[in-house]
Structures are given as structure tokens and as C-alpha cells.
């Protein structure tokens, strides 16, 4: 059974940095591409990185390149995400999901296809 279990969101200054992480479970690498959507209040889910590919290339939605920086540690299954210079817009809830059918940049157009989800991790920017 597949599980994804995201952490390390917290509230946190403007212009600081976060690490979260995504424990994946149950996931046969590669055969998923696996990344991050964020949901902002009152807004769409939104792409923002991801290992797209069996090669482990990553993507990026636009402007998320410049502070955004997606790793992994292959051993423990873990996906991370860390942010820099975090501003009050980074506010939203941070997801991580699996895809077996999407791959690319158009991974972080299909958040109403994934394949599978975890429940999310709260980050809140605020002085």
C-alpha cells in the first residue's frame, strides 16, 4: 500500500528557509514520478517541483526555480523540499504526490490526476 507522509511545515519568518520532507512508502521508484503541489488559501493547487522522469530529472513550475529545490535520498525514500527566502505568498499547504501515468512538466499541470497523495504539510509565512 502506497503512503506519503509529508512533514516540517511550521510558522516561519519572512526571508527564512524551510526544509520539508515527503516519506514515501509502498512507491516503486521509478516508476512514479513524485513531487510537490502547494494549495494557498483560497486559491487552486498548484505544481511547484518534482523527479518527473526514470532518469530523475527534476522540474520546476515557472518562478519556482530561483527558491525552490527539490532532493532526494533514494535509500530512506525520501523526498525533499527546501525553500529560500520564504515570503508571506509561500503560505499554503505543501503536498506530495505520485504519479505512474504523468512525468515531465506536465506532472505539475495535473494535480487532478495523481495517482496518489499525502495529507499535507502547513507552512506559514508571517513576522
Known amino acids: 500500500q502506497v503512503q506519503l507522509v509529508e512533514s516540517g511545515g511550521g510558522l516561519v519568518q519572512p526571508g527564512s528557509s524551510l526544509n520539508l520532507s515527503c516519506t514515501a512508502s509502498?512507491?516503486?521508484?521509478?516508476?512514479?514520478?513524485i513531487g510537490w503541489f502547494r494549495q494557498a488559501p483560497g486559491k487552486e493547487r498548484e505544481g511547484v517541483a518534482c523527479?518527473?522522469?526514470?532518469?530523475?530529472?527534476?522540474y520546476y513550475a515557472d518562478s519556482m526555480e530561483d527558491r525552490f529545490t527539490i532532493s532526494r535520498d533514494l535509500t530512506n525514500y525520501v523526498v525533499y523540499l527546501q525553500i529560500h527566502n520564504l515570503r508571506p505568498e509561500d503560505t499554503a499547504v505543501y503536498y506530495c504526490a505520485a504519479s505512474a501515468k504523468y512525468s515531465g512538466y506536465y506532472w505539475l499541470t495535473k494535480s487532478n490526476g495523481m495517482d496518489y497523495w499525502g495529507k499535507g504539510t502547513l507552512v506559514t509565512v508571517s513576522s
Open positions: 509502498g512507491v516503486t521508484w521509478p516508476h512514479y514520478a
Open positions: 523527479f518527473g522522469d526514470s532518469s530523475g530529472n527534476t
